[in-house]
């Protein structure tokens, strides 16, 4: 018998246990039940080496090169905000996704569905920013596919872009390279992307308090490089906001996670916005932003580098890696408290992407 | 100022003319309005030489390696049906078009996105058939994603899937290897996967009397490269159905194409099923069908390795490429008359996936 009709061996996918009979907005918001979706349900399901690590993107070895792959649904409503649209976080999101695998784009694939109804107008002005946004960054849309659902249906438009990427020999950043004395740096103000959203939906704040960082990182990760930074690993604190992409690494890495509240870039507006809404800075969703660990001995260059870069001026040196508690992030505050930041069950806004 | 500043140089994308001011569910039907959706808004704006190609994969040389790179979304209603489930579909459709392109396939994502308040046991029936498909043809996903859409949105699980593969050494199969003189083979019989999901939507028939042919042609395309036979170009005829998938084929090749009535593979429950509809079984969707080109003297060499393999028994030579007519396919009907088989403005079908 042929090998493509035996059916795989071995059991089929466990059904799990769950306190979740459906699926809640919470499974989609990057914290506790996002993290149990994924590693109950479906990494069972589909196990293996590359898919088990997690990472940003898979690193594959395909006839000897390095080859990062990675794919991103974009369900953001509205689809234009203040400082950005759902096309250029389409391009932008996929391939900072590339960027913090140590990767350089190739090319991206385009997959958008549309709902029945929608202006014309309004996918040529989406069109139009991904084709600026991918140029910015001379990476090609190389292959792509259209659907159109029923009116009601799809919000508009949803956008899937997958990216490739080649990663270069000697760049191999990972959790599995996170040590204690690590310095966690940053390259600019957090919670403004989640936060302009919430506003452009609520209404809640004079137009353009607020504007979403959407943007590239790729171009600053590459000045690293350059100048000879060894970078441990990196992430881009998207969905679930600082807090849960660091509680992910320290899990990963296990290790501890220190950050110091003093050194967190929270500009004002944020800080407003959040204290009138409830909410906490470091749960709230980011763009354009990245978060890098180095060696102790690199991090002062590291910031060097990133504040002499147009999209890491505003740099800042925010944590420590350490042997104790590993697993947790723990907050030293600026009244020299400390307290635990843990994954959220759900997420603490609205759905946001 | 550095590279990633700079604003593209050139025009932004045109704002074409158009009869429509809005999208329409025609615009994704495969049909003359889904190509011009293509063709005036899309390509303009993202313009690039392997994009303009048009193929089911695109084909990248990174570093002398041949990457075939390809996306689609899924948003088939329902999401069961008599022969298949989205999921089956989410990974052999991604991986039939790499197969097309003459590809090896070597790595998939998955991208989910879920409708609140799906079944979590839905959800795990899912994604079991995606295992048990990836399995089959031993291809790992290696990336994905999860977001999660508010109730209402979505109907149920929207998917997407793209897939990277391998294109060996010699192989290079696409519409500028057509030639006159060309045979028009197909994998077996036409109109089962597309009316068997207006079956199961509309309870049209008796449960399984129409069963899709969702499955792999990989395995086949494999056979006949290792038999020697020498593919010119090969396309799955999904979406618009065979005649759609041929009046792009030799518009693209700038070649004529002739289809035989008498040699297509048309069931009797597909012809009772369509007279009874007013359908065309030729712009009905197939999936596990492949459409291959080869030259004269290679067409029987081929029939005969396609039938020899169980995804292939029920081969038929169907067609051939004149240098008459260029652009257009002509049905030769089994009474001796000839029709032009032209490309529907939207389908034929309520939407089907």
């Not at 109950?40 to 080859?67: H, K, T």
């Not at 976080?89 to 694939?109: E, H």
């Not at 020999?169 to 966690?184: L, Q, V």
């Not at 932003?289 to 002062?300: C, G, P, R, Y």
Request: proline share 8%; charged share 20%.
């Amino acid at each position: 018998m042929a090998d493509w009709q035996r059916e795989p061996e071995g059991f089929s996918c466990p059904l799990p246990k769950s306190d979740y009979q459906e699926v809640v907005l919470a499974h989609g918001g990057g914290g506790r039940l996002s993290r149990q979706l994924l590693e109950e349900w479906i990494l069972p399901c589909l196990e293996n080496p590359v898919l088990r690590q997690l990472g940003d993107s898979a690193v594959l070895n395909l006839e000897g090169l390095r080859l990062a792959f990675t794919t991103d649904s974009y369900t953001v409503t509205p689809l234009f905000f203040p400082g950005g649209d759902i096309g250029e976080l389409a391009v932008y999101g996929t391939l900072n996704d590339l960027a913090v695998a140590g990767a350089q784009p190739r090319a991206l694939s385009l997959a958008l569905i549309l709902e029945e109804g929608l202006p014309l107008e309004t996918l040529h002005r989406i069109l139009e920013s991904i084709r600026r946004a991918a140029a910015r960054l001379q990476v090609p849309v190389v292959t792509g596919d259209t659907k159109v659902v029923d009116r009601g249906k799809g919000d508009g438009v949803y956008i899937n872009t997958a990216g490739i990427g080649v990663v270069p020999p000697g760049r191999d950043p990972g959790p599995h390279r996170i040590r204690p004395g690590d310095h966690i740096l940053i390259n600019g103000p957090i919670g403004l992307h989640g936060l302009a959203i919430l506003a452009a939906r609520q209404n809640l704040f004079p137009e353009e308090t607020l504007k979403s960082d959407t943007g590239p990182v790729g171009p600053l990760i590459e000045a690293l490089y350059e100048a000879g930074v060894e970078i441990h690993a990196m992430r881009d604190p998207t969905r679930g906001g600082v807090a849960s992409v660091l509680n992910e690494l320290a899990s990963q890495a296990g290790v501890g996670i220190t950050l110091l509240e003093q050194e967190l870039p929270v500009p004002p507006e944020v800080e407003g916005a959040a204290e009138l809404l409830g909410l906490d800075p470091l749960y709230i969703a980011n763009e354009g932003k990245v978060l890098i660990f180095v060696a102790e001995d690199q991090a002062d260059r590291a910031l060097e580098v990133l504040r002499q870069h147009p999209l890491g001026r505003e740099a800042r040196d925010i944590g420590r890696v350490t042997e104790e508690h590993p697993g947790l992030v723990v907050l030293h505050t600026v009244i020299g408290g400390r307290r635990v930041v843990d994954l959220l069950s759900g997420e603490q806004l609205p759905r946001i992407c």
